[in-house]
Each structure stands twice: as C-alpha cells, then as structure tokens.
C-alpha cells in the first residue's frame, strides 16, 4: 500500500521584521522563532519583539521564544510580554531546569551525543529539537549528522522530533528523505544574500512550504 501523504511542519527562527512575519502567516509557516539572545545577530530586544507580537496575525504561526540560558525571570516576563506559545532554551544549564518551570518547551539537543545517554526530561518536551553544535547556538548554517539524527528519531519515538542546521531549498526534500523528522528548523536558509539581521526571503520561505507540504514520509 502507498504511505499517505503527511505534511512537515515548518518554523522560520530569527525573524526580526513584520514584513517577514507577514509573509510566514501568509505562506503557511507553522512557527516563528523570536531570538531572545543578545549574542546573535538576530537578537530582539523584548519591546522589539513586542512591537512584532502585537501585530501577529490571527491564528498566525506559533511564537516561539529561543533563549541562551536566560533566568526563570527573564523566560516568565517574555512569555507574558509575548504571549509566546513555547520556549526554546539553549545554553549550559540543564534542561530539568526549563522542564520545571511547566510551560511548553523544546529540548535542543546539539551535536550528536551517545543514544542511549539521551534521558527524557520531565515533564515530556512538546517537541524535540535537533541542532549541529556550533559555537553561537545555531543559525550558522552549519549542517548536523543525518545519520546520527535519523536514529535519533526512531530512538525518541513518540516524541515530536524536528531537524535544524543547514537546512535550505537545495536540500530540505533530502533532509526529510534521509532524517524522516516531524519538522524542519530553517534560519539562515531563509535568508536574503548578505542578510545581516535575519531578513528572510519570501522566495525562498515560499519554496520551502512548498517542499513541506508534497514531501512524502
């Protein structure tokens, strides 16, 4: 029998712009990625990413917040501020300390630990998130280990598990082919040529909706 036909989710990280936010609610885009970290260059600061927020289109995107070891404070008042839908947190600090705080998170895992040293935090993530390591925590466009991640798939089954790092249209069709993941994490791959604060493509954003929604699994 012929597999069914499943759409792959689809979130856009570092947007800065509402043109862009725009444009992802338009073209079906199923998240959004507000970088909350003053290391990147697609930092928003809270009013910035309030004055994007406040804008958001009806049933738009889910708002994702992505953080480098930020407090509880910090998280709690960009939740409210934002009314994000879910954390992202990034950085040195385990993840039980996110888990704790009872609020829809993803679990980023980088690079390509040992399998069987992945624990499950509690309670469960709403998604899974896996990530190249690089130094600046993603967006490099640094591509992570398909191998290694489509067994992290199948090894972290039920779990939601979405791929990030170096994803673009020249290779999104294969990064589902090859890792099978429910979603697809996409920033740089987004972008402009020479972009220099995350100002996406509506090119390139179209296309890779596009690739999201006929791929198969």
Known sequence: MDRQRTRVGLKICGVT?????????????????????????????????AALTAAWPDRGPEKIGVFVDPTEEAIRRAWEELGLDMIQPHGERPIADYAALDLPYIWVIRGTPALDSLRVPTPAPARVLLDAAVEGFGGAGIQTDWGWAREAVAALAPLEVWLAGGIKVDNAASAVAEVGPAGLDVASGSERDGARRGEKDRDRIAALVDICRRVRL
């Open 17 to 49: 712009r509402a043109e862009d936010v725009a444009a992802c609610a338009e073209l079906g885009v199923d998240a959004i990625g507000l970088n909350l970290w003053p290391g990147s260059r697609r930092y928003l600061r809270l009013p910035e990413a």
